[in-house]
C-alpha cells in the first residue's frame, strides 16, 4: 500500500509521519511515534485504554484512521505531563490508587481531563457517566473516584492560588 | 486483526462524496466515527478498497430546527453533540433518551447520526473474528449457507441494533440520501428492509446525508428503554420507544411505539397508534398495546440473552414506556 | 473511603502511600511487555485450530514459507517437549503434535517482517485435519468410553481425590436441619486489561532474552528451557510492567514459548501480542463448577456435617486443575469449625480452552455454594443468617480437621464490622419486597505452604546492596503486576533500615539480575517475599549496626535507625546520618550485602493424606461481607446498592494497596455474580470479547464501602496477610443471599440474569398456586412481605 505524508499535532507538536492510508492512529501513535502510553485493551472499541484527546475530545484512537485527522489536535497521556510536571488528574491517579496494574489508567486519566476541563465541579454522577466508556480490572473503580476528585480539588486549589497570585498548596 | 488493504478518500462537500460513491460503487464504504465500521473490518466482514471518509463534510454536522423545515440531523453530526443540544432534550425527550443510552460517551463522540441509522445488522453468529467464522464455516450472511439461528431456514435473522432508528421511527422522521442522480427524502420506515442480511434501501453509490422529523413532532412527550446487561457500552438486547402526544385532558391524540434489536429492522408496532388515540390511560389498554408489541417484536437467539426474556421485556418495558410518558415523565411503576 | 487502622508507631509500615511505580505509569513512561520493540523485530501470529478434537494427519508448510517477509514457519515438530506448570500432567506442548484438543488450540506459528503478512501467511498453511468426537459437558465427558482427550486419562478424567474428616454420617444424623442442593456457577475469565505478549530476542553465544508479560518469571524460564532445549543459564526472563494477571499470566501461556521457539528459528528478535480473542482462547480462568452439596445444622445453628460433591470443568489441558480441585476441598469447610466433611472432587477434561487458577483459585464457587446453603439453613431453622456464622467460629490458634494450622483469625472482628456498618439489625427481614440484604464469609491462603515444585529451597530469597552513594537496592524476584508488591518491600525495607522510601531503589524479576522468587499466585507474594525483605533488611541493618556501634563505642542493641540516622537509642550524641552510617559500614565490612529468604515452617505445611499438600498455608486472610440489592420482580433486573466488606489482612502494610485489593476482589465477585459468563456452544466460545463478555463498567458496579481487620499474624511480615484475593469469594453468596431477602427466591446458578430471577419467581408464584408452598419458604422472614 502507498503510504502518505500525514500531518499531525501531538502533545503540541508538529510531527509528520509516512503512513498507510489504513494506519489506525494507536498504532500510528505506539509504533510510527513511540509514544506507547496508549494501550490496546480490546479489539471492539470497548475498553478505553486507547483514549487520546482528539482537539480537546476524548475519542478512541483503535478505531481513528491517523489520516482521517490531518492536522488535529491530539493529546496523549504523555502530553498530559512528565514525571516532574505531573498534570493534577495524573497526580491523582498517581496518589489515590486509581493507577494499580496502570494499563486502563491512560485512557481513564484522558476521560477525565476532558471531563473536567468542561465541568470543573462535576457529581459523582456525571464522573460515573464520564468514565463509563472505560473499563477497569483491578480498582473496582473506588479509587479512580477519589483520584478524581483529588484531581479537581487540586484544580480548584490551584485556580485559587492563581487568582489570589499565591503558589498552588499542597493538597496531601 | 489487520486492517484491509484501502484507500481512504475526503471529500469537502457532498457533490464530491456522491461522485467518488459513484466512480468507486461496489468497492467503496463510506466510514464517518468509525465505532461500528473499523471494528468489522478489523473482522473481516468486509474488504473495501476505498473508504469514503465523510468527517469533514461539515454541511452535513449541523442539528436545525425551523418551524416549517421541522428538525434536522446532519448524517455526521455526533452523537454526543445530539445529546448536548439542550433544545433537543426539550422537544424530542424520545431521541434524547435513546441517544443517551448509546454505548458510552468516548464512543459517542465518535459516533455519528447516520451512521448509527445504517449499523450493520447484528448476530452472534456473525459479528466474529475471521478465524471464529472460519472455524464455523461462516453463516447465512456471511461466508456460508447455513443459519445458526434459525437452522434450514434461508432467511437471516441478524438484529437490528441501534437505538437512535426506533426514536426517529416515532416520530415519523425521514432521511434524505443523496447521489449523483439527486437527493431523495423516503421515511425512514421505508429505509429498513428487515433483512439481516440487507439491512437498508440505499445503493452502494448513495449516501445519507440527514434526517427529518416533522415540526409538529416538536414538544411530544417520550422516551426509550432500552434492555442491556451493562449500563453503558453494550449494544441493546431489546429497546422500546414511545412518542406521544398527550392534550389537556389526558387524552392521546397521536402515539407511535417502535421496537429495537427484537427483528432485523426497527419497527413501529403495528397497531399501537390506533388503539391509543382517543384514549386516556389505563393499564389495561397499556398491556394491550404491550401485547400488540410481542406481536411486532420476534427476538431469536441472535444475542446471549433468550428471546422468551427478550419477548417479556417488550411487553414490559412497553406498557412501562407508555405509562411513564403518559403520565408526563412520572416514573412507572 | 475506607475504614483506616492505626499505624502503630511505625514511620513507614501503615501508612497509605502512592506506589513506586505510580509516576511511570500516570505519565505513560512505563514499559509493558507490547510496549518493547527492537531493531529487526519480527511480529509472530499463531495457527489455532478450528476444530474442538482432531487429529492433525500433516500439516504444509510451503506456501506460507515461501511468503516474501516470512523469517520461520513453526509445528509441533520444532518444539515436541511436553510442559505443565505442575510436576504432574506435562501433557501441553506448545503446538500441536499429534492432536488439536479444542477451538483454538495452537497447531503453529509464523514469523514474519510485518503483522499483515503473519496473517497472510498462516492462510496459506494447509493442515490435513481428521475431526474426533469431542466432549463439552463435563459430566457427560466423565462417561465416556471411548475418543478419550489424553489417551491416558481414563475416561477424561484428569484427577479426583476423596477426603473424609471426622465422621460426616454420624454428623447429619446429629443435624436437626439438612439441606442438599445443586449449585453450577459458569466460566469466567480473567480479563486483565493486558493481552499477553512476549518478546523473545535472539542474542550472541546462542543466548535467548525474552520480555513477557507473566505472574511466574521463574517458571517461565524454566520451562522455555525445558522446551527449547537449552540451559537454563543462556535464558533471562525479564517481567516488564504488567497490566495485571489475577492468574491468567500465572502459568505458562502457549505465546511465551511460541515467540522464543521463533526467535530461535528465525535467529531474530520475535514479538507475539495476543488478540483479545487469544487471550480468552488461552484463558486458564475459573472452570464451569458443579456442586453437589449437603449441610447439616443443629437448632442452635451449629454445623453439624458437610458432604460436597464438586466436579470441574477443566478444559483440555491439566494446568493448575488438580491444584483448583484441591483448594477447592481444602477451603471448604476450613473457615468454620466444622469437624465432619467428606469431599469428593473430581478435575474433568473437556474440549475447550484449558481452566486454570484465577483469583480466589479453587474457593470461589464452592464458597459461593457454602454460603448459599448456610443462609438457607439459616432460615429453615429461623435463626439469624449472621449470626449463625458467629456460632460456627473457629478459635485460633488451632488445627482445622483437615489439618490446616490457623495461627490468626480475623473473622469475627469482620463480621462484627459488617453487621454495623451495614446496619444489618435495622435492615435484615425489614427492607420492603424487591430490596434485600445479605450476609457471606470467606477466607484465603497466603501462598501455599508447599511448593510446586517439592524441594527444600527457599521459596524467596531477597539480596539488599548498598554501595558509596548510599542508595539502597532491593533486589528482588517477586513480581509486580499492578497489586503494589514492589512497593510493599521498598516499605519493609525503608522501616526497618530507617530511611525515607525515596532512598530505595528496587529491581524486580529478572532472572539475571534476581534471586529467585516463584511468582505472583496463591497471594503469596506480601507474606513471602515481604519475609524474605524484612529478613534481608535485618541482615543489612545487623551489618551498619555492627560497624556504626564499632566506631560510637556502643552495643549494636543500643542502636536504633530511624529517620535517616543510626543513632544510640538514649544517648543522643551517639547519631550518624545514613551516610555517614555507610561509609562506616563499608570500611568495616568491605562490602554490604544483606540476604533474607522465606520458606515457610514446617508446621504449617499440612496433614499427610494424598492431595493434603494443596490447602496449607502459613497463614489465612478472612473476610465478611453485606451486600444490598434490589431486585425488579417484573423484569428479574438485579442492581446491587452497596457492598460492606471488611478484610483481614493481618496488618495493613500500605491501606492504600490493601483497599484497592478488597476493592478489586469485590468487584471481580460481582462481575462474576450477575453479568460475566463465557458461553459455549459445542466447543466454541460465543463471547470471546470485551463487547461481549461483559466486565463491569462504572454505572452498574456496586459502591464499596472497604474495611480493614488487623489480626496481627504472628509470623507475617509485622503481621500481615495476604489481601488481594480473599475478599471474592465472600461477594457473590452475598448477593445470592441478598436476593433471596428481596424476593423470596434462591438463585444456584451464577451469574444471577434476570431471566434465571424471573424464572424463579414464575415458578414461586405456580408452586405457591397450586401446592403448599416448601417448607422453607413458608418460614422465611422476607415471604411475610
Not at chain 3, 461481607?625 to 496488618?651: I, N
Request: glycine letters at 8%; proline letters at 6%; aromatic letters at 6%.
Amino acid at each position: 500500500m502507498n503510504k502518505g505524508i500525514v500531518h499531525l499535532r501531538i502533545n503540541g507538536e508538529e510531527r509528520e509521519i509516512a503512513i498507510a492510508p489504513n494506519r489506525l492512529l494507536l498504532d500510528a501513535l505506539r509504533e510510527d511515534l513511540g509514544l506507547t502510553g496508549s494501550k490496546r485493551g480490546c479489539d471492539d472499541s470497548s475498553c478505553g485504554c486507547c483514549a487520546v484527546l482528539i482537539n480537546g475530545v476524548p475519542m478512541l484512537s483503535c478505531v481513528a484512521l491517523a489520516a482521517s485527522y490531518e492536522n488535529c489536535d491530539i493529546t496523549t497521556v504523555e502530553g498530559l505531563g512528565g514525571p516532574s510536571d505531573l498534570d493534577p488528574v495524573q497526580e491523582g491517579y498517581a496518589e489515590m490508587g486509581g493507577a494499580q496494574c496502570g494499563y486502563c489508567t491512560p485512557g481513564f486519566m484522558i476521560a477525565t481531563k476532558a471531563l473536567l476541563d468542561r465541568n470543573p465541579n462535576p457529581t459523582m454522577e456525571e464522573i460515573r457517566e464520564a468514565l463509563s466508556g472505560n473499563l477497569c480490572r483491578c480498582t473496582g473503580y473506588m479509587q479512580i473516584y477519589e483520584s478524581v476528585k483529588y484531581a479537581l480539588e487540586k484544580r480548584r486549589a490551584i485556580s485559587a492560588a492563581a487568582a489570589s497570585g499565591v503558589r498552588a498548596p499542597v493538597v496531601r | 486483526m489487520s486492517l484491509p488493504a484501502f484507500r481512504v478518500l475526503q471529500p469537502r462537500t457532498v457533490d464530491e462524496a456522491c461522485r467518488m460513491l459513484a466512480e468507486h460503487g461496489a468497492e467503496a464504504m463510506v466510514i464517518a466515527g468509525g465505532t461500528d465500521v473499523i471494528p468489522n473490518l478489523q473482522m473481516k466482514l468486509f474488504a473495501p478498497h476505498v473508504l469514503v471518509d465523510i468527517k469533514l463534510l461539515r454541511e452535513l454536522s449541523q442539528i436545525e430546527f425551523s418551524p416549517r423545515g421541522g428538525l434536522r440531523i446532519g448524517a455526521t453530526a455526533s452523537l454526543t453533540h445530539v445529546l448536548e443540544t439542550p433544545w433537543l432534550a426539550e422537544e424530542f425527550p424520545v431521541l434524547s433518551s435513546a441517544v443517551a443510552t448509546i454505548a458510552g460517551p468516548l464512543q459517542r463522540n465518535m459516533g455519528t447520526i447516520g451512521g448509527n441509522l445504517c449499523l450493520e445488522t447484528r448476530c452472534r453468529w456473525y459479528n466474529q473474528s475471521y478465524f471464529w467464522r472460519q472455524s464455523l464455516g461462516g453463516c447465512l450472511k456471511k461466508e456460508g449457507d447455513v443459519c445458526h439461528v434459525a437452522p434450514g431456514g434461508k432467511f437471516c435473522w441478524a438484529a437490528w441494533s441501534g437505538d437512535s432508528a426506533p426514536a426517529f421511527l416515532a416520530l415519523e422522521a425521514e432521511i434524505e440520501i443523496a447521489s449523483v442522480s439527486g437527493a431523495r427524502r423516503v421515511p425512514l420506515r421505508d429505509f429498513y428492509k428487515n433483512d439481516g442480511k440487507d439491512r437498508i434501501s440505499l445503493t452502494r453509490n448513495e449516501l445519507l446525508t440527514s434526517v427529518h422529523v416533522p415540526a409538529r413532532m416538536a414538544g411530544r412527550r417520550g422516551v426509550y428503554h432500552k434492555l442491556r446487561v451493562r449500563d453503558s457500552i453494550d449494544y441493546p438486547l431489546a429497546g422500546v420507544a414511545v412518542a406521544m402526544e398527550v392534550d389537556a385532558s389526558g387524552i392521546c391524540r397521536d402515539a407511535r411505539v417502535a421496537l429495537s434489536a427484537v427483528n432485523p429492522a426497527p419497527l413501529l408496532v403495528r397497531g399501537a397508534g390506533e388503539m391509543l388515540v382517543g384514549q386516556k390511560w389505563s393499564r389495561e389498554l397499556a398491556e394491550r398495546v404491550a401485547h400488540a408489541a410481542i406481536q411486532t417484536g420476534k427476538p431469536l437467539t441472535t444475542s446471549a440473552s433468550t428471546p422468551i426474556y427478550r419477548r417479556d421485556i417488550v411487553r414490559v418495558f412497553t406498557r412501562r414506556a407508555l405509562e411513564e410518558v403518559w403520565k408526563n415523565g412520572q416514573a412507572s411503576s | 473511603m475506607a475504614d483506616r487502622a492505626q499505624t502503630n508507631g511505625f514511620s513507614i509500615i501503615g501508612k497509605p502511600l502512592a506506589m513506586a511505580d505510580a509516576v511511570s505509569k500516570v505519565t505513560g513512561i512505563g514499559k509493558y511487555a507490547d510496549d518493547l520493540s527492537v531493531p529487526g523485530m519480527l511480529i509472530g501470529k499463531i495457527l489455532h485450530s478450528p476444530y474442538p478434537h482432531a487429529r492433525i494427519r500433516s500439516i504444509d508448510t510451503s506456501r506460507a514459507e515461501a511468503l516474501n517477509g516470512v523469517k520461520a514457519v513453526a509445528t509441533g515438530q520444532d518444539a515436541p517437549n511436553p510442559y505443565g506448570i505442575l510436576p504432574i500432567g506435562h501433557d501441553e506442548r506448545v503446538f500441536a503434535v499429534d492432536k488439536a484438543r479444542y477451538i483454538g488450540d495452537n497447531v503453529a506459528a509464523v514469523a514474519a517482517t510485518t503483522a499483515e503478512i503473519a496473517e497472510q501467511a498462516l492462510d496459506l498453511l494447509r493442515v490435513d485435519y481428521e475431526r474426533l468426537p469431542a466432549w463439552f459437558d463435563p459430566e457427560e465427558s466423565m462417561k465416556a468410553e471411548s475418543d478419550w482427550i489424553h489417551e491416558e486419562r481414563a475416561h477424561n478424567i484428569e484427577k479426583e481425590y476423596h477426603h473424609v474428616f471426622g465422621d460426616p454420617d454420624q454428623g447429619f444424623a446429629q443435624a436437626d436441619f439438612v439441606a442438599e442442593e445443586r449449585y453450577y456457577a459458569g466460566e469466567v475469565n480473567h480479563a486483565a486489561m493486558e493481552p499477553h505478549s512476549t518478546l523473545a530476542i535472539w542474542e550472541p553465544h546462542e543466548r535467548l532474552t525474552v520480555h513477557s508479560s507473566t505472574q511466574v518469571p521463574f517458571y517461565l524460564h524454566r520451562t522455555i528451557a525445558e522446551v527449547c532445549e537449552m540451559p537454563m543459564s543462556q535464558i533471562r526472563v525479564i517481567k516488564p510492567l504488567i497490566g495485571s494477571g489475577f492468574g491468567g499470566k500465572s502459568e505458562i501461556i502457549p505465546l511465551e514459548i511460541a515467540a522464543c521457539v521463533l526467535a530461535k528459528k528465525s535467529r531474530k528478535p520475535v514479538k507475539i501480542t495476543y488478540t483479545r480473542e487469544e487471550v480468552f482462547l488461552a484463558h486458564r480462568g475459573r472452570p464451569i463448577t458443579i456442586v453437589y452439596l449437603k449441610v447439616g445444622i443443629t437448632r442452635a445453628g451449629k454445623i453439624a456435617a458437610v458432604q460436597a460433591r464438586v466436579v470441574q470443568d477443566g478444559g483440555a489441558y491439566c494446568g493448575y486443575g488438580p491444584v483448583t480441585v484441591l483448594y477447592s476441598g481444602a477451603l471448604l469447610g476450613a473457615i468454620y469449625d466444622i469437624a465432619n466433611v467428606r469431599y469428593d472432587g473430581f478435575r474433568v477434561l473437556t474440549n475447550k480452552p484449558a481452566c486454570g487458577a484465577m483469583r480466589g483459585h479453587g474457593t470461589v464457587n464452592v464458597r459461593f455454594a457454602f454460603e448459599s446453603i448456610l443462609d438457607q439453613l439459616s432460615h429453615q431453622a429461623g435463626l439469624d443468617p449472621l449470626e449463625v456464622r458467629r456460632r460456627n467460629l473457629l478459635k485460633a490458634p488451632c488445627i482445622t480437621a483437615n489439618s490446616l494450622r490457623v495461627t490468626s483469625y480475623g473473622l469475627p472482628e469482620c463480621i462484627e464490622k459488617v453487621f454495623e456498618r451495614s446496619n444489618w439489625k435495622g435492615k435484615k427481614g425489614k427492607l420492603p419486597y424487591g430490596k434485600g440484604i445479605g450476609v457471606a464469609c470467606s477466607h484465603y491462603v497466603s501462598g501455599a505452604a508447599n511448593p510446586i515444585v517439592r524441594s527444600n529451597m527457599p521459596h524467596t530469597t531477597v539480596y539488599i546492596k548498598i554501595d558509596r552513594d548510599s542508595a539502597v537496592t532491593v533486589y528482588t524476584g517477586a513480581s509486580e503486576i499492578g497489586q503494589g508488591s514492589d512497593t510493599m518491600q521498598i516499605q519493609i525495607a525503608a522501616e526497618v533500615l530507617g530511611v525515607c522510601t525515596e532512598r530505595i531503589k528496587l529491581v524486580g524479576a529478572d532472572t539475571e539480575l534476581t534471586p529467585v522468587d516463584l511468582g505472583s499466585y496463591s497471594s503469596r507474594v506480601t507474606f513471602m517475599a515481604g519475609n524474605a525483605c524484612l529478613n534481608a533488611a535485618k541482615d543489612m541493618r545487623d551489618q551498619l549496626f555492627a560497624a556504626v556501634a564499632k566506631k560510637l563505642g556502643c552495643s549494636p542493641s543500643d542502636l536504633v535507625a530511624k529517620n535517616d540516622r543510626v543513632s544510640h537509642v538514649s544517648d543522643p550524641a551517639k547519631s550518624v546520618s545514613f551516610d555517614e552510617a555507610v561509609a562506616i559500614a563499608l570500611e568495616f565490612h568491605g562490602a554490604l550485602v544483606g540476604r533474607g529468604t522465606y520458606a515457610p515452617p514446617e508446621a504449617a505445611r499440612g496433614g499427610k493424606f494424598r492431595g493434603a499438600g494443596v490447602g496449607p498455608s502459613p497463614a489465612y486472610s478472612y473476610s465478611a461481607q453485606v451486600a444490598e440489592v434490589t431486585v425488579d420482580p417484573e423484569t428479574g433486573h438485579l442492581h446491587v446498592d452497596k457492598v460492606v466488606a471488611a478484610h483481614d489482612c493481618g496488618k495493613a502494610l500500605n491501606p492504600l494497596t490493601v483497599e484497592g485489593q478488597i476493592e478489586g476482589s469485590v468487584y471481580m465477585g460481582f462481575g462474576q455474580a450477575l453479568q460475566e459468563d463465557m458461553i459455549w456452544k459445542d466447543g466454541r466460545l460465543m463471547n470471546p470479547s470485551l463487547l461481549e463478555y461483559r466486565i463491569p463498567g462504572t454505572k452498574e458496579n456496586p459502591d464499596i464501602e472497604s474495611i480493614i481487620v488487623e489480626s496481627v499474624d504472628p509470623e507475617g511480615p509485622f503481621g500481615a496477610k495476604e489481601a488481594g484475593e480473599g475478599s471474592l469469594a465472600a461477594t457473590i453468596p452475598a448477593i445470592a443471599n441478598a436476593v433471596y431477602d428481596a424476593v423470596g427466591v434462591r438463585i444456584n446458578s451464577v451469574p444471577i440474569t434476570p431471566e434465571k430471577i424471573l424464572e424463579a419467581l414464575r415458578a414461586k408464584e405456580k408452586a405457591l398456586a397450586t401446592s403448599k408452598p416448601p417448607p422453607e419458604k413458608s418460614s422465611a422472614p422476607g415471604m411475610a412481605r
